[in-house]
């Protein structure tokens, strides 16, 4: 049943109009309230020593979670397709939990576990600090992007099948040669586009990451924070808005690296 030209019409005007009303105009919004007093106005903005400092914090954050999950996400994959072993559906709706818990529960329950008079709390006893630092920021960004990798290439190590690692085994190949020569190269794409998803999800998480930090401007504030801090805290408007459209900026760049990535993997 094919649908008439006008029909198409109409649903195509519907989609755009909702695009527009949902994701152009708040935007546009954004960016002209952001550069409205001009360039400097919004250089000068996130220049300043608090948006400076949560700029290298979020970065610092990210440097942190992207190897531990890259490394997580291909051992992970590897067991989930390779492996046969009990629990190995009980492992699968683990990955997926961060999909399913809201992130204000994840800081809820790190604060339980870390903090003071929770299961981990004695660390602080000994001068590590984990919640309202940067050790908690870190580990409530880990869980909520721990999915990214081990989705993305997991469908890849399904594709590929198992005979180029069983001819190299053949030909003497340890397991690590094989992992190094073989498999790794044949999952470049997957990863490299789940680690570009685990940076976007990274530099944007706000929920889990507000409940486990102290908010402290030069501390631990993240770019997140930074822009609800200007918005609610300082009541400088334009300092948010200068704040979220730096955010927009690096989002937008790795919109376009998830574009490129996505498209050179088809090609494959």
């Not at 400092?53 to 989930?80: K, Q």
Request: no cysteine; glycine share 10%.
């Amino acid at each position: 049943m094919r649908a008439s030209r006008r029909t198409r019409l109409a649903l195509r005007t519907v989609a755009l109009g909702y695009l527009i009303a949902l994701l152009a105009v708040p935007i546009g919004v954004i960016l002209w309230r952001a550069f409205a007093p001009g360039v400097g106005a919004f250089v000068a903005s996130v220049s300043t020593p608090a948006a400076q400092a949560a700029i290298n914090l979020s970065l610092l954050i990210v440097a942190i979670v992207v190897p531990l999950n890259v490394v997580f996400g291909i051992v992970t994959a590897l067991a989930l397709v390779r492996g046969r072993f009990r629990g190995r559906g009980l492992l699968q709706a683990v990955v997926d939990l961060p999909f399913a818990v809201s992130p204000i529960v994840v800081g809820v329950a790190l604060i339980m576990l870390w903090g003071a008079g929770g299961w981990f709390g004695a660390l602080d006893d000994v001068g590590i600090t984990v919640i309202f630092g940067l050790p908690g920021m870190v580990i409530a960004t880990i869980f909520v992007t721990m999915p990214f990798v081990v989705r993305e290439v997991e469908p890849v190590l399904h594709e590929i099948g198992t005979e180029q690692e069983q001819a190299a085994a053949t030909l003497g190949a340890t397991s690590w040669q094989t992992f190094w020569r073989i498999t790794l190269p044949a999952i470049r794409w997957g990863l490299t586009y789940g680690v570009v998803l685990t940076v976007a999800r990274a530099l944007g998480e706000f929920g889990a990451v507000i409940m486990v930090s102290s908010g402290f401007p030069g501390l631990s504030q993240t770019l997140t924070l930074l822009v609800h801090a200007r918005y609610i805290d300082d009541h400088n408007t334009y300092g948010a808005y200068a704040a979220a459209t730096l955010l927009m900026g690096i989002a937008l760049v790795v919109l376009l690296l998830m574009t490129v990535l996505d498209r050179k993997r088809s090609e494959r």
